[in-house]
């Protein structure tokens, strides 16, 4: 069965990546692009996995993840892609409950081997 992946970023581009990257590995996608839009995905839905940037319109990252956790969601892995490095992003967003961190320009291989890492 193909695992779905709901990719969360307010830049076009960088959902367009995103999303050839993920299909070339054989994923659906379903795309959103900031926090608000990806709860509106999220009711009635449940993907494998959720990609989400830190600093986005509406909702960032971290609200995302704290009100994904926060509704009792916590079989699905979240992963934060962002150009943001620091430490202290990296555990507000293992505090709100995110899974795994990867820095943006991502690398297709990199990416892969961090989906396949947190998806059983």
Known sequence: MTKTILTVDDSPSMRMLLRAALTDLGYDIVEAEDGVH???KLE???PDLLITDINMPRL???GLI???RG???TEM???VLTTESSDEKKQRARAAG???WIV???HPEKLAVAIRRVLH
């Open 38 to 40: 990806a709860l509106e």
């Open 44 to 46: 009635g839905n449940q």
């Open 60 to 62: 960032d990252g971290f």
């Open 66 to 68: 704290e009100t994904v």
């Open 71 to 73: 509704k009792g969601c």
């Open 77 to 79: 892995p979240i992963l």
């Open 98 to 100: 995110a899974t795994g």
């Open 104 to 106: 943006k320009p991502f």
